[in-house]
């Protein structure tokens, strides 16, 4: 994977999250942040982090933002805020803005001011537990692709454990594909119609909203 350059505007829980995602992964992180407190907790995880107020043009001009191969805007709970330094970083020639909205009204600001990403990281929090909740202890991830498409991982039911997957016909019956199994920590992909089912087995399944909710309703 190439190593990327990334900038962080925000220390909030969303531009905590994001920095410790981004570092595990390798990737270069610069980070703003105006909280010296928070700036502090950080300074053993980043290299190179700035206790700056980022509303300040002369700061992310003299970052060179139009070198980072993305900037993220994490400070969503000021909407002033967070359209000034959009603006800013658009104007500065960044290549591209990630920015959190708290609400609809303002990702349509950040988009038109030009944002090439909207964050809403609460709701799609709220979402990702909504289908956990539906089926407890069964579902550990959740991934919508698209408004009407979505990836579900899910422990094998019953009804499905010790059968092949030819046997169950999911594709025709329910209208979903199994794309995956995660067994004893190892990923079979793309599972032919000769694999069976084994107990605690957890499968990847795509399909529609509604075809998956229904299979995870038997």
């Not at 980070?31 to 700036?39: H, Q, Y």
């Not at 609809?104 to 709220?126: D, M």
Request: with cysteine; proline share 3%.
């Amino acid at each position: 994977m190439k190593r990327c350059s990334i900038l962080v505007i925000g220390l909030g829980y969303f531009g905590q999250a994001v920095v410790r995602e981004l570092v595990r992964m390798g990737h270069e992180v610069v980070v703003i942040e105006k909280n010296p407190e928070l700036v502090e907790d950080f300074r053993d995880l980043v290299e190179d982090l700035r206790c700056a107020d980022a509303t300040d043009e002369n700061v992310l001009r003299n970052l060179g933002v139009q070198h980072f191969d993305a900037c993220v805007v994490a400070t969503g709970t000021d909407l002033g805020n967070s359209v000034l330094i959009t603006a800013t970083l658009k104007e500065l020639g960044a290549r591209f803005i990630a920015a959190k909205a708290v609400t609809e009204r303002q990702a349509h600001i950040l988009e038109k001011i030009g944002a090439n990403l909207i964050v809403f990281p609460e709701r799609e929090a709220g979402e990702r537990l909504a289908h956990q909740l539906l089926s407890p202890g069964r579902i550990s991830a959740y991934l919508e692709l698209d408004p009407d498409w979505s990836l579900e991982e899910l422990e094998a039911p019953k009804w499905m454990v010790g059968k092949k997957l030819k046997d169950l016909d999911l594709r025709r019956k329910y209208g979903v594909t199994v794309i995956a199994i995660k067994r004893n920590g190892k990923m079979i992909p793309n599972p032919g119609g000769e694999d069976s089912i084994l107990a605690k087995d957890h499968l990847l399944i795509f399909g529609k909203n509604e075809d998956l909710e229904r299979i995870l309703s038997l």
